[in-house]
């Protein structure tokens, strides 16, 4: 038997009140291992019987009542826990909105560094970016076209900011002026005709900004960078004017109803002689042959086959590629002899204002020293009366094409269409003059130049 | 052997005595007192320590049963766990702050006149000391079984319980602790082998 099972029978034998003597004389043979153990037991057991005395449990008690009369209430401790849960989870909430205080700090001053940025400093890329957002989010062509517009615009107002206080191009806004006209362009080329006409408009007058620009700038090689993009602008607005209606068949084309009187010379052709003479967004083929005609000359007179690509092709994106003017041309139809009077009206008095505004523009910049407000404002009121001019004559140019017979409204939108000669020479110096709010077309344009330059739009 | 206490008696009593009731406090000191009694006159070998550190273990309970999270498994030897590791925190303490203390008797010291036997006063003081310093030498464990089994007079699968432990483990530590005991004790009646044959 091992000592283990030995030592356990003991155990119970000593508990039912057998010595140890006893034990020990029953296992002889294993006496000296268990004696001790079961000494040790006995010993131990010897305290079972072991209690306080009254006396000790009485003291004992009056103890624990002064300890428990110092301990706070429960509901004290319950308190004091929730305050200083209270406590952390205010600092907690505290710390929570100075980390959302900084990080609107954060946000501000960033978006306020962007949208202050001007060529040239590194956040411009991230404003024309973000500028751009708007029209790569919608799914509208027409809005897309317009928000393009807007943000080419702005990059043409900084172009002008840049030129004005450095004295040389800022190629990062030139870039972004041509990237926003050619995504306007492709956007126009899926809108309707209307939208592509007024895209157009809008292309011209900044081919022509480009253009006065160019001849204004001393630097050569700004001066050959915006001529190049001034030809492209143009093309865009040429090959969108020809450019076959996305509109459902049977909608008539206005500019393929322009007699044949009425044809301008090409303005890209032109446009190195006299920008803003011959720039005119009137100035539209009359015919899908004389289109065509138009824009080929235009690429064989800007562009050679063999020529190598200018500066202006390596900063520029390559602009969209577009149909070509004859595919998809509804055929012409007869326009109505009153509409095409009143069209053909509204034509000759935009040439007229957009004549005196180039009048008025280089009046100002033969001044020596920077021009004075008058000045400025003498033109800025002329070139925008030259473009509602313009804008008006190809609405009345629209019209025509598009009604069979005149109606007593079309008649009557012609009629408002033609601008008042009187108001185009005249030289208005207030603000005001600016905007005619009666004519429905001049909200539709870009913003006007200060002086002979884009302004900034706000 | 008192009577052990079960499951429904302390989730009714500690919830009363964290919100500070007295009558609760007083319940459970009567409960737990003697137990915890015996198992520091076990360790320590002496009756006025022992009922001291009593008394101090449930001051110490009254002060930090707010943060006692009762156990809705097995409750009662949670609890009683607890107390007891109170109690063994107290014995650590208790040696350490007498660890080098002497006490000083004076010279005429009046014998008294009705009481027990001096001698065997310090006889049964001085075994009480031995077995508390070898009790000492063993592990808690080991320790909680002895006193349980021998002390409480608890069988092995009540200690089984108590320590949630099954039987076999307990009875392992029951032998393993009592040879260690065993040889700790035989090796100090061999030291002093006169206080060995007058105690024999």
Redesign the interface.
Same mark, same amino acid.
């Given at each position: 038997m091992n000592l283990?099972t030995t !030592?356990?029978r003991c155990l119970q034998q000593i508990e039912a009140g057998e010595s140890i003597d006893g034990c020990l004389a029953r296992y002889q043979d294993q006496a000296d #291992?268990l004696?001790?153990? !079961? *000494? *040790? #037991?006995v010993?131990? +057991?010897s305290? #079972?019987e *072991? +209690?306080?005395s009254q006396t000790?449990?009485l003291? *004992?008690?009056a =103890?624990? +009542?002064q =300890? !428990?009369a110092a301990?706070p209430? #429960?509901a004290a401790?319950q308190k004091t826990a929730r305050s200083r849960w209270a406590l952390s989870l205010g600092g907690a909430r505290r710390l929570v909105a100075i980390a959302a205080v900084a990080m609107l700090l954060v946000v501000v001053l960033s978006v306020g560094v962007v949208a202050s940025s001007e060529p040239g400093n590194p956040a411009y890329a991230v404003r024309v970016i973000a500028e751009r957002a708007p029209a790569l989010v919608n799914r509208d062509s027409t809005v897309r076209a317009a928000v393009e517009l807007t943000v080419a615009e702005r990059r043409l107002a900084d172009l002008q900011l840049h030129l004005q206080r450095a004295g040389r191009l800022e190629p990062a806004a030139l870039r972004a002026l041509l990237a926003g006209d050619a995504a306007a362009a492709r956007q126009a080329a899926s809108a309707g005709r209307v939208e592509q006409l007024r895209v157009a408009g809008r292309l011209a007058t900044h081919a022509r900004i480009l253009h006065v620009l160019a001849d204004r700038v001393e630097d050569p090689r700004s001066a050959q960078l915006l001529n190049e993009a001034s030809r492209r602008t143009m093309a865009l607005a040429m090959r969108l004017r020809a450019a076959p209606s996305s509109q459902p068949p049977g909608v008539q084309l206005p500019t393929n109803d322009m007699p044949a009187a009425n044809r301008q010379p090409s303005p890209v052709s032109t446009a190195t002689a006299t920008p803003m003479a011959t720039a005119d967004p009137t100035a539209t083929p009359t015919a899908t042959a004389t289109a065509t005609q138009a824009a080929t000359a235009t690429v064989s007179a800007t562009q050679p086959a063999n020529a190598t690509p200018s500066p202006a092709e390596a900063l520029a994106p390559k602009p969209p590629v577009e149909p070509t003017q004859a595919e998809g041309i509804v055929p012409p139809r007869p326009p109505h002899p009153r509409q095409t009077a009143l069209a053909q009206t509204a034509t000759a008095r935009s040439q007229t204002a957009t004549a005196r505004a180039a009048t008025a523009t280089a009046r100002a910049s033969r001044t020596p020293g920077p021009p004075g407000p008058r000045q400025t404002a003498r033109a800025q009121t002329a070139t925008a009366r030259a473009q509602r001019a313009t804008a008006r004559a190809e609405a009345a140019t629209a019209l025509a094409s598009r009604t069979p017979g005149p109606g007593p409204g079309q008649t009557a939108l012609a009629q408002t269409a033609t601008p008042n000669p009187d108001q185009s020479t005249a030289t208005p110096t207030g603000p005001g003059a600016q905007a005619t709010p009666t004519d429905p077309a001049a909200s539709s344009h870009p913003p006007q130049p200060d002086s002979w330059l884009p302004r900034r739009p706000d | 052997m008192q009577p052990r206490l079960t499951d429904e008696q302390i989730l009714a009593l500690v919830p009363r005595c964290q919100r500070g009731e007295p009558a609760a406090v007083e319940a459970i000191y009567d409960l737990y007192s003697d137990r915890l009694y015996r198992y520091l006159l076990t360790r320590l070998g002496d009756p006025d320590a022992a009922a001291e550190l009593t008394t101090e273990v449930f001051v110490r309970m009254i002060q930090h049963i707010g943060s006692f999270k009762l156990s809705r498994k097995d409750p009662a030897n949670v609890f009683s766990g607890w107390l007891y590791r109170i109690a063994a925190n107290l014995v650590s303490d208790f040696y350490r702050s007498r660890k080098w203390q002497q006490v000083e008797l004076p010279d005429d010291l009046p014998a008294p006149v009705n009481g027990p036997d001096p001698y065997q006063q310090a006889v049964q003081h001085e075994t009480a000391q031995q077995l508390g310093t070898a009790l000492n030498q063993l592990s808690e464990d080991q320790r909680l079984v002895i006193v349980g089994r021998f002390a409480e007079e608890m069988s092995t699968a009540e200690v089984a319980a108590w320590l949630g432990k099954t039987e076999g483990a307990v009875k392992s530590l029951q032998h393993r602790a009592l040879r260690t005991l065993g040889r700790l004790l035989a090796l100090d009646k061999r030291r002093d082998p006169a206080a060995s044959g007058e105690s024999t």
């Amino acid at each position: 038997m091992n000592l283990d099972t030995t !030592l356990e029978r003991c155990l119970q034998q000593i508990e039912a009140g057998e010595s140890i003597d006893g034990c020990l004389a029953r296992y002889q043979d294993q006496a000296d #291992a268990l004696a001790p153990m !079961l *000494a *040790a #037991a006995v010993q131990i +057991r010897s305290h #079972a019987e *072991a +209690r306080l005395s009254q006396t000790q449990r009485l003291q *004992a008690k009056a =103890t624990l +009542r002064q =300890t !428990l009369a110092a301990q706070p209430s #429960a509901a004290a401790v319950q308190k004091t826990a929730r305050s200083r849960w209270a406590l952390s989870l205010g600092g907690a909430r505290r710390l929570v909105a100075i980390a959302a205080v900084a990080m609107l700090l954060v946000v501000v001053l960033s978006v306020g560094v962007v949208a202050s940025s001007e060529p040239g400093n590194p956040a411009y890329a991230v404003r024309v970016i973000a500028e751009r957002a708007p029209a790569l989010v919608n799914r509208d062509s027409t809005v897309r076209a317009a928000v393009e517009l807007t943000v080419a615009e702005r990059r043409l107002a900084d172009l002008q900011l840049h030129l004005q206080r450095a004295g040389r191009l800022e190629p990062a806004a030139l870039r972004a002026l041509l990237a926003g006209d050619a995504a306007a362009a492709r956007q126009a080329a899926s809108a309707g005709r209307v939208e592509q006409l007024r895209v157009a408009g809008r292309l011209a007058t900044h081919a022509r900004i480009l253009h006065v620009l160019a001849d204004r700038v001393e630097d050569p090689r700004s001066a050959q960078l915006l001529n190049e993009a001034s030809r492209r602008t143009m093309a865009l607005a040429m090959r969108l004017r020809a450019a076959p209606s996305s509109q459902p068949p049977g909608v008539q084309l206005p500019t393929n109803d322009m007699p044949a009187a009425n044809r301008q010379p090409s303005p890209v052709s032109t446009a190195t002689a006299t920008p803003m003479a011959t720039a005119d967004p009137t100035a539209t083929p009359t015919a899908t042959a004389t289109a065509t005609q138009a824009a080929t000359a235009t690429v064989s007179a800007t562009q050679p086959a063999n020529a190598t690509p200018s500066p202006a092709e390596a900063l520029a994106p390559k602009p969209p590629v577009e149909p070509t003017q004859a595919e998809g041309i509804v055929p012409p139809r007869p326009p109505h002899p009153r509409q095409t009077a009143l069209a053909q009206t509204a034509t000759a008095r935009s040439q007229t204002a957009t004549a005196r505004a180039a009048t008025a523009t280089a009046r100002a910049s033969r001044t020596p020293g920077p021009p004075g407000p008058r000045q400025t404002a003498r033109a800025q009121t002329a070139t925008a009366r030259a473009q509602r001019a313009t804008a008006r004559a190809e609405a009345a140019t629209a019209l025509a094409s598009r009604t069979p017979g005149p109606g007593p409204g079309q008649t009557a939108l012609a009629q408002t269409a033609t601008p008042n000669p009187d108001q185009s020479t005249a030289t208005p110096t207030g603000p005001g003059a600016q905007a005619t709010p009666t004519d429905p077309a001049a909200s539709s344009h870009p913003p006007q130049p200060d002086s002979w330059l884009p302004r900034r739009p706000d | 052997m008192q009577p052990r206490l079960t499951d429904e008696q302390i989730l009714a009593l500690v919830p009363r005595c964290q919100r500070g009731e007295p009558a609760a406090v007083e319940a459970i000191y009567d409960l737990y007192s003697d137990r915890l009694y015996r198992y520091l006159l076990t360790r320590l070998g002496d009756p006025d320590a022992a009922a001291e550190l009593t008394t101090e273990v449930f001051v110490r309970m009254i002060q930090h049963i707010g943060s006692f999270k009762l156990s809705r498994k097995d409750p009662a030897n949670v609890f009683s766990g607890w107390l007891y590791r109170i109690a063994a925190n107290l014995v650590s303490d208790f040696y350490r702050s007498r660890k080098w203390q002497q006490v000083e008797l004076p010279d005429d010291l009046p014998a008294p006149v009705n009481g027990p036997d001096p001698y065997q006063q310090a006889v049964q003081h001085e075994t009480a000391q031995q077995l508390g310093t070898a009790l000492n030498q063993l592990s808690e464990d080991q320790r909680l079984v002895i006193v349980g089994r021998f002390a409480e007079e608890m069988s092995t699968a009540e200690v089984a319980a108590w320590l949630g432990k099954t039987e076999g483990a307990v009875k392992s530590l029951q032998h393993r602790a009592l040879r260690t005991l065993g040889r700790l004790l035989a090796l100090d009646k061999r030291r002093d082998p006169a206080a060995s044959g007058e105690s024999t």
